[in-house]
């Protein structure tokens, strides 16, 4: 089972960028999808990005699309979301996920990290 901690959250204004990072565990960090997913306050979990276990392929919420972009590092164990273009309502605690399985990264993965938490200011 990997194990995923995430980092670089933080509080930015709107219009601005932040870059997260989750470092995983395991020597079979290749082998899984990663996701992001977010939990704003008095709302439920959401869906933001997944990627595929090569990078070849990604999926966004289209909350996000065209101003988050997720990738990965293979050799480093790390996913990263780059989040430009930040709007108030993007504020959540961001949560790193992972799952062997293309359908269950984006529902209901195996593996989280404990979250980071990211505010954006108006």
């Known amino acids: 089972q990997v194990q995923l901690v995430e980092s670089g959250g933080g509080l930015v204004q709107a219009g601005g960028s932040l870059r997260l990072s989750c470092a995983a565990s395991?020597?079979?960090?290749?082998?899984?999808?990663l996701a992001w997913f977010r939990q704003a306050p008095g709302k439920e979990r959401e869906f933001v990005a997944a990627?595929?276990?090569?990078?070849?392929?990604?999926y966004y919420a289209d909350s996000v699309k065209g101003r988050f972009t997720i990738s990965r590092d293979n050799a480093k164990n790390t996913v990263y979301l780059q989040m430009n273009s930040l709007k108030p309502e993007d504020t959540a605690v961001y949560y790193c996920?992972?799952?062997?399985?293309?359908?269950?990264?984006?529902?209901?993965?195996?593996?989280w990290g404990q979250g980071t938490q990211v505010t954006v200011s108006s």
């Open positions: 996920a992972a799952d062997r399985s293309w359908g269950l990264v984006q529902t209901t993965p195996s593996a």
């Open positions: 990627i595929t276990w090569s990078g070849g392929s990604t």
């Open positions: 395991g020597r079979t960090f290749s082998s899984y999808d």
